[in-house]
């Protein structure tokens, strides 16, 4: 990751529905402009998180899979 995230999600060893729950709840408690990576190893957060952002209105910056660690990072947009 280029840039240096605000808050860390560590979401690994957990599966579909979880990661995307576990990240509404912290995108939550986190300030608009603020970034958060997300860490991941359930495959469905390729897609799920994509469409999170989307749907929500948050921006996501970077995404990447190493080794089937996937890693997000989201910058907080408006308010929910």
């Known amino acids: 990751m280029s840039i240096k995230p605000d808050h860390i999600l560590d979401a690994t060893g ?7 729950m576990l990240l509404h709840n912290k995108i939550r408690d986190i300030a608009v402009g603020d970034t958060l990576q ?3 190893t359930d495959p469905s957060t390729e897609r799920d998180i994509p469409k999170f952002c989307t749907f929500l ?3 996501l910056l970077e995404q990447g ?3 089937g660690n996937y890693r997000y990072l989201l910058r907080k947009q408006g308010e929910e």
Do not use: K, N, T
């Open 65 to 67: 899979e190493f080794d």
């Open 57 to 59: 209105g948050h921006d």
């Open 14 to 20: 957990l599966f579909c529905p979880e990661p995307v």
């Open 38 to 40: 997300v860490l991941a």
